[in-house]
């Protein structure tokens, strides 16, 4: 389903993404590293990765149109193939589309870049406009590119599976960045092994689409082109658990958050708060049980908050009364 779209049709439009002046920034950098045929990006991958490969002067740059993902993919993967059975030279593949099987169903993924070696291994490249200083770049944001980077890695590596001889995909991968505060490219390779591995478990754990699509109830149907009432009552048949952490994650955020806060969850004062609390799981259980109008006194999250507010109470009759 396209929530975007479902955010829409519900009134509650998702608000991600860049800034159009960083994504603007960010399209003019890329187009720079990728300017002449890729030969400042292949320059860096043959410095960074490949030293001991002839350096590259000029590259295949394939042509990688074709209609739809599917048609996308399908292309990209024969353009791989055709690179990979001519040895010796170096391929730059632009925005490939690569398909990856995500709980058996294809999910459609956009390197900005794959490189095929002279040696026929394949690497991939990430394009970022947050700056290298001196060397190195933010931990947070060099981690958050190894994550995705080590998603395009796997999907490769569905694509190597199915050639004989299998590619080699490489697992250390081509992070470019903007040199200290210039617009010159400047390259890092990172070792995305760890994240591979990660996200390969997390795949394999995956609760399938089809078992999921079996526990819906009987009928429902999520299209944004339903009226709005019958969507928001497809919507809320499916229990969903509301935090913090949903808003730079799910484009529903928006939606959720409010249906949470009407119903007063804890969960929407964040993840950690409800692990406090228990069994309480609205912020009306909790007063009640803080007033001792509620709740098991073995309880340790009740036993707590009967104590929090008799301090309280405490607190306020000192300093002049008042009450919970
Ligand atoms: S609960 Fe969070 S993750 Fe689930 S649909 Fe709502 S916003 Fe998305």
């Known amino acids: 389903m396209d929530k975007a779209s479902l955010a829409s049709a519900l009134g509650s439009p998702a608000v991600f993404g860049q800034s159009q002046f960083a994504f603007m920034r960010g399209n003019a950098f890329e187009a720079r590293v990728k300017a002449d045929g890729g030969a400042e990006l292949l320059r860096l991958v043959h410095d960074k990765l490949d030293r001991s490969a002839e350096p590259p002067a000029g590259a295949q740059v394939p042509a990688l149109s074709a209609t739809g993902p599917e048609g996308r993919a399908a292309r990209t993967s024969l353009a791989l193939r055709e690179a990979t059975e001519a040895p010796g030279t170096w391929t730059l593949l632009d925005h490939p589309m690569l398909a990856l099987d995500v709980a058996g169903s294809p999910a459609f993924l956009e390197p900005d870049a794959v490189v095929v070696h002279p040696d026929g291994s394949w690497t991939v490249v990430e394009i970022k406009s947050f700056p290298m200083l001196d060397g190195s770049a933010d931990p947070a944001k060099v981690g958050a590119a190894a994550r995705q980077a080590a998603v395009y890695v796997l999907a490769l590596e569905q694509v190597a599976a199915r050639l004989s001889p299998s590619p080699r995909v490489r697992h250390r991968i081509l992070l470019v960045c903007p040199k200290d505060f210039s617009n010159l490219p400047t390259a890092s390779a990172v070792d995305v092994r760890k994240q591979r591995a990660v996200t390969d478990r997390q795949l394999a754990r995956l609760t399938r689409i089809e078992d999921i699509a079996d526990a819906l109830p009987e009928g429902v149907c999520f299209s944004p082109d339903l009226p709005a009432d019958e ?6 048949a499916v229990p969903a658990t509301y935090a913090p952490e949903c ?11 409010a249906r949470s806060r009407e119903a007063g969850a804890v969960t929407s004062l964040g993840r950690p708060v409800r692990a406090e609390l228990g069994g309480l799981s609205t912020v009306e259980d909790v007063l009640a049980a803080a007033r001792g109008e509620a709740g098991d006194p073995a ?11 008799a301090l309280r109470a405490e607190a306020l009759a000192t300093a002049g009364g008042g009450a919970l």
Do not use: G, I
């Open 231 to 236: 969507l928001t009552a497809a919507v809320e």
């Open 247 to 257: 808003l730079s994650a799910c484009e529903l955020a928006f939606h959720c958050r």
């Open 299 to 309: 309880d340790p999250a009740v036993a707590a908050l009967r104590r929090a507010a």
